[in-house]
């Protein structure tokens, strides 16, 4: 399904054709304004008679959009990896609230819990939700290309220091990313959790309508089994071969 977002044009079987004036991608909630009307009108994407310009049906309950940006943004860490910028980071964690998700990218030295913070690298699902762009010059529904790309042309010296080899990183991010995208995202959060026992990686779903994860258990980032005050991580997800070559990492 095409995004959608402030300022898409639609079309209304009644009042014909309008623009977005904001959205809620949780609800399905619109607001548009139709012609030269100065009130806009709420609309509900699943019950309302709306399409694309184009005459593309708005097929929000069978094609829900994605209400966070992190498997958009693990796609695009994934091909700046594959680009040679293999020291950029991508860290994620739950709001207070737990309906909405945090993100951050940072590059340099590998320390999750003492990263560098950059104006425009971070987020959260709550912003997202009610304009799903980066907030880079991106445009909403951009590819993970086009993500890098504006990502690079708004902040070439924060990307410039994102070169360099992390291989161990690499290998692990990749292999989360085949077992995860398009549909699942990970988090990165200890609150829920016992600090004594390991736990797997938590998956979330990032649309509505998406089953639970039901993939086999994945393994945190190197570097993460620091962190726990018992046991190590183990660094591997048993019988996922997808993961099997993270058996020594940590």
Known sequence: MKPIAPGTVIFHRYRGYGVLTSVNLLTGWVAARFGDEA???????????IQHADGELILFQIATPDRMPHARLMAMVRELHRAGYQRLYLYSWPKPSGMHWRWQLFTGPRNWMHRPWREGWYGSGADYNFNPVMGWGDAPGATAEELAHALAKFDPEGLARALGRDEDHTIWFDAVCKALLPNYMFSLSLESHSTVEPVPLTVIPVRNKISAYGGAAL????????????????????????????????
Do not use: K, Q
């Open 219 to 250: 393994p945190w980032p190197p570097g993460w089994a620091r962190m726990w005050t018992g046991h190590p991580i183990l660094m591997s997800a048993v019988a996922n071969p997808a993961v099997s070559s993270l058996d020594e990492l940590g």
């Open 39 to 49: 009130r806009s009108l709420d609309l509900n994407l699943s019950t309302d008679d």
